[in-house]
């Protein structure tokens, strides 16, 4: 395509924020209608960016590995930096996410966002022009500065939108991910200095830094700066406590971006530099963050268990969740990431979907604590329809998106560590305990209270914030190779590239080739002939 369709994705929210601007109050308006106004001409921008990432989809070779729609132009050329972008199997569908779940957030906050609508829409704007930055980006300069970008409308949103704590929990993720960051980027600085050591000049594009050779002892600071950052994002254990604060104190459309997408820049940014930037110390850390991963999934599981709040319930459920998808990069097999990038996009729809239900709740009885509840199921039987439907979707029932994705998961954990996998598996029990349990005691027996007694059921507008969620969680569980087939070859290529690099080492150590291949010590190369073969 002739068309910059990266550059209109990341350009398009900002042009829309700018024209609402202009959006001014009429003679005799008291601000209803220049709210209304502004939500629609967001709503119809983020809906437009939607469409554009359906085409990039259209568009894009599913049998190719290298990245499309390249566009590269020079920035700042006195220090090799560009505005280089481009889209892969891997970071096509967190696109597709991001467009998704941009328009569904700011229709379920049309009747809860009263004050200051102009700059809520504007923020949320900004934000997806953010998120959609960091997953094209092929320079880590512009990688670094949407990174951070993002960090700004997110503290707001909660800051100024959220409950009775949001300025503590704005705070606590605005620094909690600052701190990481900033680690980040002396990380990227000192591959900078190492590309202007080995050539005479420096450069900050990705496809050049994976082909540097970083020094091992440097590869183990580096790996650390950038896993602490993309370890406080994702957030794996123990860097998690910001997250429940952040989903509870949070309005709906924040905490369904927030769960949907910005969750999963962790675990890109660990798929898309740490590891093949830094191989030989991804390889040696990934036991350690595999155990933190099954930590975490257990423990996310038992906290959210005794949760007397729906939305932190939920909350610490994503901690559980993407405990998965760490397991699954750490294994660094074809079917432990290839379901590690699928969860990331299950979790999305699937954790967005859950968040905009209790949003429902909260708004029709202003609380959100379980024993408040019971009995809807008489009271509003289609709430309570698709909230099954998300719930089980989240526990990953035959059927719906969750179950390949934890499925691919296990597998390929399975077959670099069989012990990892069986603990990890427990988490599946313990989902659908806590999900179920909630589940029931919101929505089954007799309605005790009578505030529950006379709600309304699912209105016209949530018909339209809700359907959506479900479809996609009943199409991603039907048809997964629509999904998985576009993947699968930048997923061969990134392990083939970690695998050579690894494999390479074990050869030099080991002497031969031969050795290598018969070494029993090295469990993934054993288990990954493919990738021994191809490194050969």
């Known amino acids: 395509m002739s068309f910059p369709i990266l550059t209109s994705l990341v350009a398009l929210p900002i042009v829309g924020a700018v024209l609402l601007l202009f959006v001014r109050a009429r003679p005799g308006d008291d601000g209803e209608q220049t709210a209304r106004m502004t939500r629609r001409i967001a709503l119809v921008v983020s809906a437009l960016v939607f469409v554009e990432t359906l085409l990039l989809w259209a568009r894009f070779n599913p049998a190719s590995a290298d990245f499309q729609f390249v566009e590269r132009h020079a920035w700042i050329p006195s220090f090799g930096i560009s505005y280089a972008v481009g889209v892969d199997g891997i970071s096509l569908f967190l696109l597709v996410l991001t467009g998704f779940l941009t328009p569904i957030a700011l229709l379920s906050s049309w009747e809860s966002v009263h004050t200051q ?10 934000l997806e022009s953010a998120m959609m930055g960091v997953f094209v980006s092929l320079d880590l300069f512009l990688f670094y500065v949407f990174w951070d970008a993002m960090l700004v409308p997110m503290y707001f949103l909660i800051g ?3 409950y009775d704590r949001r300025i503590y929990a ?12 900033v680690l980040m980027l002396l990380a ?40 602490l950052a993309f370890a406080i994002k994702v957030p794996l254990f123990p860097f998690h406590t910001w997250l429940p604060d952040a989903h509870v104190e949070a309005p709906t459309a924040g905490s369904v971006i927030l769960a949907g997408v910005l969750l999963k820049m962790g675990t890109y940014g660990l798929l898309r530099f740490a590891f093949p930037l830094f191989p030989q110390a ?15 999934i ?63 709740l909260s708004d029709r009885r202003h609380t959100r604590l379980i024993a408040e509840f019971g009995g809807l199921k008489k009271v509003m039987p289609h709430l309570v329809a698709v909230f099954l439907i998300v719930t089980l979707s989240s526990i990953g029932l035959p059927g719906l998106n969750g179950f390949v994705g934890e499925f691919l998961i296990l597998l390929g954990a399975f077959r670099w560590d069989p012990t990892l996998a069986a603990f990890a598996a427990t988490g599946v029990i313990l989902s659908a305990t806590y999900m179920l349990w909630m589940f029931q005691r919101v929505n089954y027996g007799t309605v005790t209270n009578e505030k529950n007694a006379h709600l309304p059921d699912l209105r016209p507008r949530e018909w339209f914030v809700i359907v959506p969620i479900i479809a996609v969680a009943i199409l991603m569980g039907v048809l997964p190779n629509l999904f998985l087939a576009p993947i699968a070859p930048s997923v061969e290529k990134l392990l083939n590239q970690f695998h050579q690099s690894t494999t390479t080492r074990i050869e030099a150590k080991a002497g ?20 021994v073969e191809s490194a050969r």
Not at 170 to 181: E, N, P, Q, R, V
Not at 282 to 296: D, N, R, S, T, Y
Not at 513 to 531: E, W
């Open 282 to 296: 991804a390889e040696f850390f990934a036991p350690a963050l595999a155990v933190l991963a099954v930590v975490g």
């Open 188 to 227: 990227i600085l000192g591959l900078a200095v190492l590309h202007y050591n080995a050539t005479g000049s420096y450069s900050f594009d990705l496809l050049k830094m994976y082909a540097l050779n970083v020094p091992r002892p440097v590869q183990f600071w580096f790996f650390l700066a950038f896993g």
């Open 512 to 531: 031969a080739v031969g050795r290598v291949l018969s070494d029993p010590a090295d469990r993934r190369v054993r288990k990954d002939p493919p990738y």
């Open 298 to 360: 257990i423990y996310g599981a038992l906290v959210a268990m005794v949760q007397p709040d729906m939305k932190k319930l939920v909350a610490y459920s994503s901690v559980s969740h993407l405990g998965f998808v760490v397991l699954g990069l750490t294994a660094m097999n074809t079917q432990g990431v290839q379901g590690a990038v699928y969860q990331m996009l299950n979790h999305g729809v699937s954790t967005g979907g859950l968040f905009l239900i209790v949003g429902m």
């Open 170 to 181: 704005a705070i606590k993720f605005m620094l909690y991910t600052m701190a990481g960051s």
């Open 117 to 126: 609508t102009k700059a809520f829409c504007m923020f949320v704007l900004l």
């Open 160 to 162: 100024i939108w959220g």
